[in-house]
């Protein structure tokens, strides 16, 4: 099994270069972003609107995401929506964006799994390689870099892994019960999915209408030598609750968000 935000054991070493800055590269490879789900844990914000636009910093989530795509080349985005879809339609209409990038709706469905929105947008996707990512994850990651490494890998799919920090502090326990000291919030030990994937077309027949994308699908790729690991060892957070949500305000208030790796604020 391997659920979203699952570890992702025994990848390799390889060494990420440092963020790219003044990146140049345009690609038209679209971007399709994971808008669908309820966002059943932050339910004191989604119970009006979907999760894709709770505001980080006064901007919905789903604009920080873009962002991060679109000041580093990426210029088409599918918006792969189903819970208050609408909205995000809505959101997407009235966005203004210089130089902006084209931003599409599709609509697939209300309780469709994240596989199956994929599988969903074959005929959009054009039979071209293409990126995905979910709408709650925002991170510093050098996407050129990415697609880079995916390129050179060979792959069908490559997806980012991080190891985030652990939410408490560990307590270090010697064999007698003594405690030896304490950890505050260290790194996980082992590598998870933190989305930020590149996809080969092929990709796609590994996928179903009624597929999880972070379980059998995933697990068909990794078994046939089809899937590698990106490692991004910089900040990378999800929004999954209320907590995180404050965090991540927190942190755009503070005036250096680690995850704007623009220069200039995008407009909206």
């Known amino acids: ?111 469709t799994p994240t596989g199956g929105r994929i599988k969903l947008a074959e005929e959009r996707l054009g039979g071209q390689s293409f990126s995905a990512t979910y709408a709650d994850g925002v991170a510093e990651v050098d996407l050129p870099a990415l697609a880079d490494f995916h390129r050179q890998g060979g792959a069908l799919a490559t997806v980012t892994v991080v190891r985030p920090q652990l939410q408490f502090g560990v307590a270090d326990l010697g064999d007698d019960g003594v405690v030896r000291g304490f950890h505050e919030k260290p790194r996980v030990d082992h590598w998870i999915n933190g989305g930020f994937f590149c996809f080969e077309p092929g990709a796609l027949d590994y996928l179903s209408e009624d597929s999880v994308l972070e379980r059998e699908p995933l697990e068909r790729l990794a078994a046939d030598g089809q899937l590698h690991a990106y490692r991004h060892t910089g900040f990378w957070d999800c929004m999954d609750t209320y907590k995180d949500a404050v965090l991540l305000n927190d942190l755009w208030e503070s005036g250096k968000p680690p995850w704007r790796v623009w220069a200039e604020e995008p407009a909206l």
């Not at 570890?7 to 038209?28: F, H, I, K």
């Not at 910093?57 to 985005?77: D, E, N």
Request: net charge positive; aromatic share 6%; with cysteine.
């Open 1 to 111: 099994m391997l659920p979203k935000r699952h570890a992702v054991a025994n990848v390799p070493r390889r060494p990420e270069p440092p963020l790219a800055s003044g990146v140049e590269m345009t690609t038209m490879e679209p971007v399709a972003i994971l808008c669908g789900g309820r966002g059943t844990r932050l339910r004191e914000r989604t119970e009006s609107i979907p999760k894709a636009l709770v505001e980080i910093g006064g901007r919905p989530i789903l604009w920080h995401v873009i962002s991060i795509y679109s000041s580093q080349g990426f210029s088409r985005f599918l918006l792969l929506t189903g819970y208050k879809g609408e909205l995000i339609a809505e959101w997407a209409r009235q966005s203004s964006w210089p130089d902006g990038p084209r931003i599409e709706c599709l609509d697939t469905g209300l309780d």
